[in-house]
């Protein structure tokens, strides 16, 4: 089970979603869309930086993995002040002025993207220098931005494990390979890239931090209910327990897992319910979906671009380099000083993919000492974040992410190849089917 909008594990092919005649043909056309002198300018070589950080790493993660309690301490308790003083601004300013209330929307939103950040490290065990500490204010801020944290940081390590790897891992989108992009019919077409489109970012932000946290507890939660009462009637003589260890679902990988997420929406409910209590249902949802959808698109789209980028590295399993990865499918978010606040300094994803392990709070000064390591990062500003998300599909063959529009200029010059029988691959007969 991943938590996302579109799913982080390994991709499902689209293909079973048309006919056969059509997969074969529109299958075959998309495997010559990448020409050679495209593959060889893209196959990675055994670059000097890239050899220079992984002789670097180790010497990197000693001076800088090393996690201040009393920093981590002040930040998540700023963080938890602040949104508390937002939220109370916002329910004050309803009856004086709107304008302010949106403003205060607005500051909820970005409070709640800092404390995801900071639930983000806590996952990765970095922001404390304990466990206990870590896992403690990672629940805490798991309810506050309505993510189960334990489960979501299972699946984010995962991405850890494999950047760079698009073959096991398409990212917070699903990015779509060109093959399986043309199998696609028209409509999962034009809806994928809706999906990708900057103005739908609030929408998958509710999608990924309100509706999906939910639906995937409920919904696996009814699915054992039902599956423990049908065996039960069945073996009246086993007990509850070894009943439901018979129970498998694809909303979670282990009962640790499940435990987690019970707990998070539990807590998570008993909240709404206070809150709606002394607020009243209209005015507390108003604020929370609107804010809290606004973090999550924002976090969203922030992430997507860190390696979703012109021509990010994007390899399939068996040529994969994570450490070239690290270096030419990673971004670093040069922002603006009060935006790093409030990402926690994620925009140096190029440090933090070097090392998770090294807190937010170092991030900065890693970089300043071993910059020169990292002089063919792409850097990209926050006018860069429009033109990052065109980059929305992954082509194996030349293996880095391309743009729609380049895909279709691929595909104008198939055609064009496709309509002169004697350049046709050899073996093709005229039928699609």
Known sequence: MVPTFGGNGPAVSL???????????????????????????????????????????????????????????????TALLCLALAWAVAVWSVSVSLWLT??????????????????????????????????AFGFVLGVVTGMPQYVWSQHHDYHHAHNGDWEVYRGPYATPSVDEYAAMSGLQQRLYRLKCHFAAAPV???????????????????????????RRVAESDRSMRSLAAGFTTPYWESWRQYRHMSWNNITLLGVWALMCWKLGPLHFFAIYVISVSLAGG????????????????????????????????????????????????????????????????????????????????TRLKLRHVRHALKYMLWDPRARRIISLAEYRRQMVATDRVWAQPERRPIGFNGYSG
């Open 15 to 77: 293909r079973r979603h048309v006919g056969l005649g059509a997969q074969r043909h529109r299958t075959d056309r998309g495997s010559h869309l990448a020409q050679p002198s495209v593959i060889r300018e893209s196959l990675p070589m055994v670059e000097t930086s890239t050899q220079r950080l992984k002789d670097t790493k180790r010497e990197i993660n000693r001076r800088y993995a090393k996690s201040d309690d009393r920093k981590a301490l002040t930040q998540v308790l």
């Open 102 to 135: 949106a403003a205060a929307v607005g500051a909820i939103g970005l409070f709640t993207l800092r404390a995801f950040a900071l639930m983000h490290e806590c996952g990765h065990r970095s922001l404390f220098r304990t466990q206990r500490l870590n896992r």
């Open 204 to 230: 998958v932000g509710f999608v990924y931090l309100i509706f999906n946290p939910r639906f995937r507890w409920l919904m696996g939660s009814i699915g054992l209910v039902g599956h423990v009462v049908a």
């Open 298 to 377: 924002a976090g969203v789209l922030l992430f997507a671009v860190q390696h979703n980028f012109e021509h990010s590295y994007a390899s399939d399993t068996e040529r994969w380099d994570r450490d070239y990865g690290t270096i030419h499918g990673t971004s670093f978010l040069v922002l603006p000083n009060w935006l790093n606040w409030f990402t926690a300094n994620i925009g140096y994803h190029h440090i933090h993919h070097l090392s998770a392990q090294i807190p937010n709070y170092r991030l900065v000064g890693c970089h300043g000492e071993y910059e020169g390591l990292f002089a063919e990062v």
